[in-house]
């Protein structure tokens, strides 16, 4: 099927696509977690949860498989660089206990994806200790076996984790499409530039378009 995505229409198949959502976790969005740690307002990134529920909707009823992503590292730290752990003065650092128990550490509700956007019982869920989902995980494996070959992203943040995954799948050969609305930066600047930035120089990392936009053409194909 076809898409009308910038900076050219994808033709994209959906039994060989996937959604993955990047982090849509208590620790970025809510109050008291990691990301206001670093002294970010997390109202910019609440905003966007009904779109990603609408993706993933439109997603799940389009036979589109669902992957959610988890910025985490073992209660151990054995997986978090201490140049990442200690960089800066963050009121809380990783692995910290904060409001919602350890800061970015597996099976704290910190951890856990806002109930909002819930995984679906068999829907794979990556926990990644970098901002890349490749690095270090199962993802890649995970999409050889499911024959993926185009990749639909939403989440936050736009310029940090989202680009940076979308960056590493691109390099692995999948098309990527960023929905511009199911993700979102603590600085609006960044995510403007982050979006120009993959759709530049003839879709260099990969696609944009509105979720209303990726909704409607799969609602279509249903039809
Ligand atoms: C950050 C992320 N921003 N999920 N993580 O540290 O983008």
């Known amino acids: 099927m076809i898409l009308d995505a910038r900076p050219f229409p994808l033709d994209f198949d ?16 809510e109050p008291g977690g990691f990301g206001a740690s ?8 609440q905003a966007i949860v009904p779109t990603v529920a609408d993706l993933i909707a439109g997603c799940r009823a389009a036979g589109i498989a669902v992957i959610h992503t988890r910025e985490c590292h073992r209660p151990d730290l054995a997986d ?56 270090a995980t199962d993802l890649g494996a995970h999409l050889a076996r499911m ?3 185009t990749l639909i992203f939403a989440g936050v943040t736009t310029e940090v984790c989202v680009q940076t995954t979308m960056r590493e799948a691109n390099d692995r050969g999948f098309d990527c499409l960023l929905a511009t609305d199911a993700t979102e930066s603590y600085f609006p600047a960044f995510k403007a530039a ?14 944009t378009a509105r979720t209303g936009q990726i909704l409607r053409v799969l609602e279509t194909a249903d039809a």
């Open 147 to 149: 024959g993926t070959r």
């Open 194 to 207: 982050a979006i120009e930035m993959i759709r530049a120089q003839g879709a260099i990392v990969g696609w």
């Open 38 to 45: 670093l002294g970010n307002d997390v109202t910019l990134l």
């Open 80 to 135: 978090c660089p201490p140049a990442k752990r200690l960089r800066g003065s963050p009121s809380l650092r990783i692995g910290d206990p904060g409001p919602m128990g350890r800061v970015l550490i597996m099976g704290e509700p910190g951890a856990e994806i806002v109930p909002e956007l819930a995984p679906a019982p068999g829907e794979i869920v990556i926990d990644k200790p970098g901002k890349g989902a490749f690095y």
């Open 14 to 29: 959906p039994a060989t696509t996937a959604l993955i959502v990047i982090d849509m976790q208590r620790d970025f969005i």
